[in-house]
């Protein structure tokens, strides 16, 4: 078993200096970090919050994801890829069960199923030039519904290495819809290609 919330926060607070603030972490000595240590510190640590407030979506009646089932570049009976917009790297994609499902209540064959698209996914954006490599992300605290991350990172920007890439992400200009809208499709068009499915929810029957 875990530490309990209380313990572990105690565990924590130990670290902290008197204003409760831990040291930098040692990602931000790693050269390629967004963040230059000289001025930088750390959020105090704030006490567990329990129960935990719910995630959005907790109730499938009013889960935003169910209710865009049908948006996307990608479609079969049970799961659909979409392009994030509003981005800094090259290519968002998230890929989305059509209905209400989070990864830990996925059937067996839908959990097999995600890993074969994943595996592919990746794949076809690392074939599209100038995307170096697909890192594939799963979180889970903000929504109920599962939604998996495909972040496209782009070539030669060798500061863009590894973990710190959803935050250089978030520091990058927005990448131009155009260029990410035509290598979604080609991501899109791959994956009809070697894993069925249709460019079109149309067609589709539904589960
Ligand atoms: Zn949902």
Known sequence: MALT???????????????????????TMWEISPFEQDGLRVTPLRPPVTPEPPRHGEDPATCGICGK??????????WRLARVSGVGVPLVLMLYPRDHYDLAELPDEMAAEMGLLST?????????????????????????HLHLWFFGRPEGQAQLWGSWLPVWDDLLPEYPAGPADADAALVADALVASSGGSRTPQGLTTR
């Open 5 to 27: 919330p209380d313990e572990f926060h105690q565990h924590a607070l130990a670290a902290t200096d008197a204003e409760r603030r831990l040291p930098l972490s040692r990602m």
């Open 69 to 78: 089932r049908d948006e996307g570049v990608w479609f079969n009976e049970r």
């Open 120 to 144: 592919r996914i990746v794949r076809h954006m690392q074939a599209v030039p100038h995307i170096a490599r697909a890192h594939l992300y799963r979180f889970g605290d903000g929504a109920a």
